[in-house]
């Protein structure tokens, strides 16, 4: 089973779980009605990245830093984020000193059983991690936990809205500022936890949450029967620049896909650039950085950065991309082309009566296919590696 068919897998193990996900938010929808806050916490950044200020999410969620004041009333979501295991419960504990409610999201085996036994509520995240799809990652399970994570914050969120408005509120949702007229939108609502009015109906448990998880398996199903062949195409192309002695230079969009560079499993295939500006990398460094034979790694959001492409080009670069995208963008085209799936508005779930859709799904997918890249490359090695020690041992 390769990565994007066991992250597949963890998604559809979810289902089951959803009644136990809708409890939780039962609970963290009442403290919020009551004016509790609602945070995000992880040791790294990555977890909190994704759910704070994020495309379809909530307009009320907070990240909390070592400065935040925490009362009793609030709500903070914990994420596990790879980090060694006295970090994460030294994060726990002093989260749980404050008396907010804690809701804990990782897997099971999370610095053992103290870290589930000291969240008030923990939300399992568990995947399988067999030795043939964690060997890409020198048997690190971060690649494929760290997105369960966010399929369960997700689902989980979605079961917050949808507890809320069995009592009578809808939370404020962020619209993708890439559709015409968000931004205005957004701004109306950027200092109200919840609507005033609002025509959303009571929504059931489990309803908002199963219609993330079929929006997201949809979306893995897309990706393994046709882009399969791309992501081997592109772990190929790759294998070879780094057998001819150049660097792949990566591009990645903000949220949570920036911090998967350098994280547990990652073995550093590529050289990360600085954040992107916008949808594009710097110009000036990709002129400083690329050189001939190199290749630019573009997992980006929607738009095409034709300027920087046009800097590629210039160096004698070739380039990959990753994008959302229409394919209608003008000149230079990339030389390889993997198309991530998810929709243009990045939400992709409907609440009856709402105005937007909610529930991102680009950062789960976009880190998705770096790392299913990944994968293709150290398959791609590991077959010239396997070559090259036949023809020897022919020739002995």
């Excluded at 939300?123 to 020198?138: K, N, Q």
């Excluded at 792949?248 to 994280?263: C, D, L």
């Excluded at 990398?281 to 573009?298: I, K, N, T, Y």
């Excluded at 976009?366 to 790392?371: D, F, G, S």
Aim: one cysteine or more.
């Amino acid at each position: 089973m390769d990565y994007l068919a066991v992250l597949l897998y963890g998604v559809e193990g979810l289902r089951p779980r959803l009644s136990a996900i809708s409890e939780a938010a039962d609970q963290v929808a009442g403290r919020l009605a009551a004016d509790g806050r609602l945070l995000l916490a992880s040791v790294r950044p990555d977890f909190t990245s994704e759910g704070f200020i994020r495309s379809g999410g909530l307009m009320l969620a907070e990240e909390w830093t070592p400065e935040t004041v925490l009362s009793p009333d609030d709500v903070v979501i914990l994420g596990w984020s790879g980090a060694s295991p006295d970090q994460e419960l030294e994060l726990l504990g002093e989260l749980r000193a404050s008396g907010a409610l804690i809701v804990g999201i990782g897997p099971a085996s999370w610095a053992g059983a103290d870290a589930q036994l000291g969240a008030d509520l923990f939300l399992e995240s568990e995947i399988p991690l067999s030795e043939a799809v964690t060997a890409p990652f020198g048997g690190e399970g971060y690649p494929l936990v760290s997105l369960q994570n966010l399929v369960v914050l997700w689902t989980f969120t979605g079961e917050i809205v949808a507890a809320l408005t069995r009592i009578g509120q809808m939370p404020a949702m962020y619209q993708s500022v890439l559709v015409a007229g968000a931004r205005d939108r957004n701004a109306r609502f950027i200092d109200s936890r919840f609507h005033q009015t609002h025509q959303v109906p009571a929504i059931p448990p489990g309803q908002v949450g199963g219609e993330y998880l079929d929006a997201i398996g949809g979306i893995l199903r897309a990706l393994i029967a046709e882009e399969t062949g791309a992501i081997d195409r592109v772990g190929s192309v790759c294998a070879q620049v780094l057998n001819d002695g150049r660097v792949i230079h990566a591009g990645m969009i903000s949220h949570f896909p920036v911090y998967q560079h350098g994280v547990p499993g990652d073995p550093l295939y590529m050289r990360r650039l600085a954040r992107l500006d916008g949808e594009s990398p710097s110009v000036a460094e990709l002129e400083h950085e690329l050189e001939s034979g190199d290749l630019f790694f573009f997992l980006g959001y929607y738009r095409r950065p034709t300027q920087a492409y046009q800097a590629a080009r210039r160096s004698g670069a070739r380039i990959v991309e990753v994008i959302t995208g229409d394919g209608l963008d003008g000149p230079p085209q990339p030389d390889y082309v993997i198309r991530p799936k998810w929709p243009f508005r990045d939400a992709v779930t409907r609440v009856p009566g709402y105005d937007v859709e909610i529930l991102p799904s680009s950062g789960i997918v976009q880190a998705a296919i770096y790392w299913a890249v990944v994968a293709a490359i150290w398959q791609a090695l590991s077959r010239q590696d396997h070559a090259e020690r036949a023809a020897s041992t022919r020739i002995l």
